[in-house]
């Protein structure tokens, strides 16, 4: 079973940074892909960022500038920096990790964490 577990969301001004952690109980090299998704209030749960199958980063139209994936696979963790925040940005985020077999992909997600940005 794979565990993982956001940190780092809350309150933040506009214009403001965060930076979000999210700690897996496996050695993340598992994972085929890794990544984050946000959900707001009455939305779809979209991608954010993440790792791509290819070893490469993919982002958002909306975040892109602003925002930053990167690992530390010694500690088996994925983080998302966020600058520039915007209203806009006000969501839950997600963690997201994906095996891939032949004939399957088994997604695993974490609890979310909030993130605000209001004034």
């Known amino acids: 079973q794979v565990q993982l577990v956001e940190s780092g969301g809350g309150l933040v001004q506009p214009g403001g940074s965060l930076r979000l952690s999210c700690a897996a109980s496996?050695?993340?090299?598992?994972?085929?892909?890794m990544g984050w998704y946000r959900q707001a209030p009455g939305n779809q749960r979209d991608l954010v960022a993440a790792?791509?199958?290819?070893?490469?980063?993919t982002y958002a139209d909306s975040v892109k500038g602003r925002f930053t994936i990167s690992k530390d696979n010694a500690k088996n963790t994925v983080y998302l920096q966020m600058n520039s925040l915007k209203p806009q940005d006000t969501a839950v985020y997600y963690c997201n990790a994906q095996i891939w077999s032949t004939d399957s992909a088994e997604p695993f997600w974490g609890k979310g964490t909030q993130v605000t940005v209001s004034s």
């Open positions: 496996r050695s993340i090299k598992d994972f085929t892909t």
């Open positions: 790792f791509t199958s290819r070893g490469t980063t």
